[in-house]
């Protein structure tokens, strides 16, 4: 079964940093693209990142461009999301998500999302 | 980018109602479109993928159809367990751009 665990949410000053982590389980981790969704309090679903199976391929939307980073160690089978410079915008529930099959495709499987809440 | 604009943003109807609901993509994404539901306080969870293919274990009242810049998901019959809110997602290309989203609501 495809188990994915967020952990690294809470509160942070605006301009503050925060790194997200996601565990995998249940599948070849290494073999699979991986994102980052996130959706703000009673809003819609925004798709954050993108990182391929072996790092070589990285996308971000351009809300988070320079500021966010997404990395993977496919020893620990673990996704990340390193925030920086955090405004009040990026409060919202972030969910790590596999692709549904090998080679990039849409998502299929998701956590069930860390808290980040962005606020002085 | 390319931006999806989903019809209408609210949907309210009854048990047994057919119902439908429209994504229309900016620019022609083939058929690399996706559907999920989600429910309050839940994850997403995928329905439709290549525009018509029924996710594993998605119920068949669910269907989608379309391509290039016009789709549409139609729930047959709806059920209690439909009420939610349903969102269009294009994979063709970066940004992975989603719809705002519909609210299936009890009528």
């Known amino acids: 079964e495809v188990q994915l665990v967020e952990s690294g949410g809470g509160l942070v000053n605006p301009g503050g940093s925060l790194r997200l982590s996601c565990a995998a389980s249940?599948?070849?981790?290494?073999?699979?693209?991986m994102n980052w969704v996130r959706q703000a309090p009673g809003k819609g679903l925004e798709w954050v990142s993108s990182i391929s199976s072996s790092s070589s391929y990285i996308y971000y939307a351009d809300s988070v461009k320079g500021r966010f980073t997404i990395s993977r160690d496919n020893a620990k089978n673990s996704v990340y999301l390193q925030m920086n410079s955090l405004r009040a915008e990026d409060t919202a529930v972030y969910y790590c998500?596999?692709?549904?099959?090998?080679?990039?495709?849409?998502?299929?499987?998701w956590g069930q999302g860390t808290l980040v809440t962005v606020s002085s | 980018d390319i931006q999806m604009t989903q019809s209408p943003s609210t949907l309210s109807a009854s048990v047994g109602d057919r119902v439908t609901i429209t994504c229309r993509a900016s620019q022609s994404i083939s058929s690399w479109l996706a559907w999920y539901q989600q429910k309050p306080g839940k994850a997403p969870k995928l329905l439709i993928y290549k525009a018509s293919s029924l996710e594993t274990g998605v119920p068949s009242r669910f269907s989608g159809s379309g391509s290039g810049t016009e789709f549409t998901l139609t729930i047959s019959s709806l059920q209690p367990d439909d009420f939610a809110t349903y969102y269009c997602?294009?994979?063709?290309?970066?940004?992975?751009?989603f719809g705002q989203g519909t609210k299936v609501d009890i009528k």
């Open positions: 249940g599948f070849i981790f290494s073999s699979y693209s």
């Open positions: 998500a596999r692709d549904r099959l090998v080679g990039g495709t849409t998502v299929a499987y």
């Open positions: 997602q294009q994979y063709n290309s970066y940004p992975r751009t």
